[in-house]
């Protein structure tokens, strides 16, 4: 069964970030990939999906990537693809969350749970990685930004439940984007 | 074989790429991004502020007791009231197959509903010869010269929705904080009765507000202006 990703759909700009580090939000680097749902099946099949629920069309996983994933039967996990947008960083996926975790439907708790067991996740390889998460100078982590792969941050309320993740949408209003300012957008 | 049951069936409409637009300069356009920027900003904002209404309201509607839909909501707090609302799920977001599959699995019903009826329709490239829908008008079949494919096809689509049947057989079963989200949404409608704008205006503003950023722009169009003297 296909889960749909919390992403958040509303932008804000820079000027508002201290406003929502005092509401208690946290941050995360938004990269510049291709989101993935990677879904490992109970007998350790893993599927990679785009945030549309598509196969990626320019993009195989690499024969380890799989491997790894394999070892978390019946879980899901939520990451960013480093793949076509930037020559300097290839099949590299920056893991930001899960809905699913060895047979436990994570729907129902909060963030900093599902953060804290991503942070407990053991990674061998560099092509997969687990996004930090920022408590504080969230503000000043965004002006630091200077990777291309680097589109932003995203700005997201650690007390907030997991809502149903077969119905997009429902995991939108606790977090925001702030992207960095681009001749294509922004504020 | 009838011109019927050899029509083709009609392509899936394809998006145009839009023209490049020349720049042209439109007087008021700034005022009016400015205070559309506040107004997204402001959404934002007021989208977050939302979730930890729509959690204690979820909270409430799903923990009644005696198997029946329960009423709206009203919610209060200082100057506000509210709404609240569990509605149906929108026919204009049909269940997907992995949601069908669950409500079966919990014996919850929904309507099955045709999102486009197949239908039969003129092809467009022949719907403005008005010679020639004379003639059809006189005698479809006895026309000399009608194109092969000027009738097309439509093909149906169905879609399976939530149904007031479905949250009525939710809560009877007691199944409302299970499934809840997949059937239902909730909507919170704010009314003040005397809105205090001024008050509104300080909100925002304190929300809006961050000094640093602020000092930090000053800083830089003093840096700019620097510059441009040297």
């Not at chain 1, 938004?30 to 989101?35: E, I, R």
């Not at chain 1, 990451?79 to 439907?105: C, M, P, Q, W």
Request: charged letters at 30%; proline letters at 5%; glycine letters at 6%.
């Amino acid at each position: 069964m296909y889960l749909w990703p919390p992403r958040p759909e509303k932008a804000i700009p820079a000027s508002l970030i201290r406003s929502f580090e005092a509401r208690g939000f946290v941050g995360q680097r938004k990269k510049n990939g291709t989101l993935q749902v990677i879904s490992v099946a109970a007998d350790g099949g893993v599927v990679f999906r785009t945030r549309r629920n598509e196969p990626n069309k320019a993009w195989t996983p690499l024969p380890d990537m799989g491997k790894y994933f394999a070892s978390f039967p019946d879980s899901v996990f939520i990451g960013e693809l480093l793949h076509s947008k930037h020559a300097s960083v290839k099949n590299t996926i920056f893991l930001f969350d899960v809905l699913r975790y060895l047979g436990a439907d994570l729907v129902g708790t909060v963030l900093r749970e599902r953060l804290d067991l991503l942070k407990k996740l053991h990674v061998l390889s560099p092509n997969i990685q687990i996004l930090e998460t920022y408590d504080k100078d969230l503000t000043g982590l965004f002006h630091s930004l200077s990777e291309p792969t680097d589109e932003g941050l995203v700005l997201k309320d650690p007390k907030a439940t997991l809502r149903d993740c077969k119905r997009d949408g429902l995991n939108t209003g606790w977090q925001v984007k702030v992207r960095r300012p681009h001749k294509n957008y922004g504020f | 074989m009838s011109i019927f049951s050899q029509a083709k069936t009609l392509p899936e409409p394809k998006t145009k790429a839009k023209a490049k637009a020349d720049g042209v300069e439109i007087k008021g356009l700034e005022d009016y991004s400015l205070i559309d920027a506040l107004l997204k900003s402001l959404g934002a904002v007021k989208d977050t502020l939302a979730v930890a209404i729509k959690d204690e309201s979820r909270e409430l509607f799903v923990s009644v007791k005696d198997k029946k839909r329960p009423a709206n909501l009203k919610g209060f707090d200082g100057a506000a009231t509210a709404s609240i609302q569990l509605q149906k799920r929108s026919t204009r977001s049909p269940l997907s197959a992995d949601e069908v599959t669950l409500l079966i699995e919990r014996g919850i019903p929904y309507d099955t509903v045709e999102a486009r009826a197949e239908t039969f329709v003129i092809n467009p490239a022949y719907a403005n010869d008005g010679a020639l829908l004379g003639k059809i008008d006189k005698a479809l079949k006895g026309v000399k010269g009608l194109p092969e494919d000027f009738i097309l096809k439509q093909e149906g689509v169905t879609s399976h929705v939530v149904s007031d049947e479905s949250i009525l057989t939710m809560y009877a079963k007691e199944q409302a904080r299970e499934l809840v989200d997949t059937l239902c949404t909730l909507a919170v409608k704010p009314t003040l009765a005397n809105p205090d704008l001024k008050k509104a205006l300080q909100l925002a503003t304190a929300l809006l507000n961050d000094e640093r950023v602020a000092k930090r722009e000053i800083l830089m169009d003093q840096l700019k202006a620097s510059a441009k003297k040297v």
